[in-house]
């Protein structure tokens, strides 16, 4: 079944600009946290930008992080000082620009050993110096009592003390929309449901790139001056549009969480766990007024558009937990279980992949194609300037400089503290989301949203499906995936008054809702 857009339809102006006849200066293939940072990068610097994201911004890997934003304390175990200085100045760039989105949290390293504090805590204190004058609050000893304070749940026995560090924390799907938004704000044109199927090349030179649009099944073809490929763990399958045998540069590994009630942990610290049994970071970390744990890493042979956790790593994740965490959650007390993709730059053969690169990785292709992967989200903002110098030298673009570090994301305002922790996401545009039909409707009784922000997904914000909403305008999905399924048919009812769908249009969504979520549940 193919939906066209009715004059009123949000969508229809949107494809209108992407579909004109016009040469861009930059197209961005990828709505995740590099082609967004790329896009808002672009279009501030006053460079026409088109960004296409086959399914929907913040679909892939950039909705399903550990939801910090940090230098990355076991980067500067691995030694990599530059790295985490990098990724310590862009927390600090974040935290001012978005701070409707940002917010400082206390990290809790939990000692049972006498030598644990004083060895963690020399390496926080050059965590806290690395971060300069951006850096967030100082790192200190806690002893058993105020750990206890911070951290109820936390195993007693033989806890010694602790190490308190701060980083940043934020909703990731919901930097993505703000991203969206500004780049609109600043006159850039970004398409969701819009996968890049085929690159155009002339005399040898990649000179745009073929879409087709996921709503009606059309293809259109788009040129532009430079082409990013920000396709994430899927950057491989667009290289090879230019060239089929080309070879891969990435190996993909999974990370999972589990997502419980509060009641597991219910203070105002999260908990690092500096080495797990397998070597690995694990963290225990308040989000929504839920806890998300995690995560594993697990070396996968391909990518796929809805990984799904392997039992084992979900056992080992709670396992752990177990271990620092009474009460402890059970598999029963999963309310979601959710998985992402590392587009991890590929090593030498045999490498281990815990040890391969995080930092990011611009290459181009003798066409021209210009490929970001790698990097965290916290540092999108610094990948996205990198790429845009790259881009602009490489097509001949005017040269002019970076703005985003100083640049207010869309509706930066102080937190309102008195809202509820869902509505200060949208920052200045909290009021006019309230004004709407439906901001007193809950959507279901155990989750925290209302009808009227449904609406404002789809008016504002780009949202297309059930999904759309639930997984990434709302996050439903990782709160609480039951709920999520549960909410489905009056989600679709909202969207089909809004966009004016039929009831078999609705029946679809809810089908194709359910059968998505019900990977998200834990039997
Ligand atoms: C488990 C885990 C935890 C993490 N935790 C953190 C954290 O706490 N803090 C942090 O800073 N970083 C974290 N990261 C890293 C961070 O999430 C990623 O580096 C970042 O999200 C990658 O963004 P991306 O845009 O490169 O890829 P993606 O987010 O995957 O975006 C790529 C996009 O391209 C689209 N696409 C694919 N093919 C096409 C096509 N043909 N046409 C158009 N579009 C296409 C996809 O749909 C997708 O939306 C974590 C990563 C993982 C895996």
Known sequence: MTTQPTPTDPRTAVLHAATTDQTWDLLVIGGGASGLGTAVEAATRGY???LLESHDYAKGTSSRSTKLVHGGVRYLAQGNVSLVREALHERGLLKQNAPHLVHDLGFLIAAYKWWAAPFYGIGLKMYDLL???LNLKASRYVNKAQALERTPTLKKQALKGGILYFDGQFDDARLAVTLLRTLEDHGGVALNHAPVVGLIREGGKITGARFRDGETGQEHAVKARAVVNATGVFVDDVRRMENPSVKPMLSPSQGVHVVVDRRFLPGDSAIMVPRTDDGRVLFAVPWHDHVVIGTTDTPLPEASVEPRALPEEVEFILKTAAQYLDPAPTRADVRSVYAGLRPLVKAAEGTDTKSLSRDH???????GLITLTGGKWTTYRRMGEDTV????????????LSLTAGLKLHGAAAPDTHLADHWRVYGTDTARIQALPGADAPLHPELPYTEAEVRWAVRAEQARTVEDVLSRRLRALLLNARASIEAAPRVAAILAGELGRDAAWQEAQVRAYTELAGGYVLN
């Open 48 to 50: 026409r930008v088109l």
């Open 131 to 133: 971060a300069g004058k």
């Open 361 to 367: 990785v611009i290459r181009i292709s003798d066409g």
């Open 389 to 400: 110098n790259r881009a602009a030298a490489q097509a001949g673009l005017p040269e002019r």
